[in-house]
């Protein structure tokens, strides 16, 4: 069955004249996925019921189902649990700011990177997302909302450089001219340090922002909550996301997962302002939200400042993220796997 709204319109051009339709009928059949987010073929008015017919007996069109939706009370931000075609359950938030409406989405079924302070990986990883599953958690959200999104983040569950052909057709979806257009400067990527995929997204020469998942200045630190670290080292990774820097003339940014007792020390800031003056980059701190697994806590507020305070005093950029959702499991993993769990119940 072919997957109608991970094509290209080039493609879905070729596959309509292969079908004997007309060419603009793609355009057509186009701007009814990517802009009007249709979510069935019977929203297409006008297309023809034969080319309907031919679409839905031969044809995918991905259309998400919202399993669950939490909305904060605190600050409006709406966590969604989608259900896949094959029953499996991906996450997605809608976050408003007074810049614009940003989602935060998945990019695969679970995740093979286990970091420790990640309820994302806990299960292991089920299988990638395709271009449309990821386009569509925007699209869902879009419509469910009313509001333009302008600004997309992958960072939801899983790790969207191990999905990197998938990854790289979605971005081109996602910013058509054709589609929502929604600009490359707007669009961040997260990764916890895969080097070789850094390096291939580097000569991508695209416009978008890459984030580090660093959350520890030491390779032995790395090591016990990120497996990753097993394989590469901090100076390849951070090598790697150096180089993107000046390829791209993108800055980039050092996602910090700030766990006390863990990695926030005085010395935790000496090396982590030494890694981020290296690569030119902007620190992010994120309280560590609770995974009972895990056992970590957050670091009080006043500890987290003063943190950003010392990185600051040493010359790096620093911002202490803002607590979004917390009412409503609005961090990684945290609504599939409660879902999970009542289901084993």
Known sequence: MMDL??????????????????????????EWMHRHLAGSFEEMGNLPKSMKEMLAKECVLTCLQTERLQISKLDGTRKYLFALSDGQMIESVWMPYHH????????????????????????????????????DQIYRIQRDTGERVSNVVVMGTGEPLDNYDNLMRFLQLLTDEN??????????????????????????????????????????KRKQIMPIAHKYTLDEVVGAVADYGQITGRRVTFEYSLIAGVNDSDEDVKNLSE?????????????????????????????AKAFADKL?????????????????????????RKVRLEGED
């Open 179 to 220: 589609g929502l257009h929604i600009s490359q400067r707007n669009v961040t990527v997260s990764t916890c340090g895969l080097v070789e995929q850094i390096r291939a997204l580097a000569q991508e020469k695209l416009a978008i922002t890459l984030a580090l998942s660093l959350h520890a200045p030491t390779d032995e």
């Open 275 to 303: 890694l981020a003056l290296r690569a030119g980059a902007h620190v992010n701190l994120i309280p560590v939200n609770p995974v009972t697994e895990a056992g970590y806590r957050a670091p009080d507020r006043r500890a």
């Open 312 to 336: 600051e005093q040493n010359r790096v950029n620093a911002t202490i993220r803002r607590t979004i959702g917390a009412d409503i499991d609005a961090a990684c993993g945290q609504l599939r």
């Open 100 to 135: 614009g409406n940003s989602v935060c989405i998945s990019s695969q079924a679970g995740c093979r990177m286990g970091c420790k302070f990640c309820a994302s990986g806990i299960g292991g990883l089920v299988r990638n997302l395709t271009p449309s599953e990821m386009l």
């Open 5 to 30: 709204k991970s094509l290209t319109k080039e493609e879905l051009e070729a596959f309509l004249l292969e079908k004997g339709e007309k060419k603009y009928r793609a355009a057509q059949l186009y």
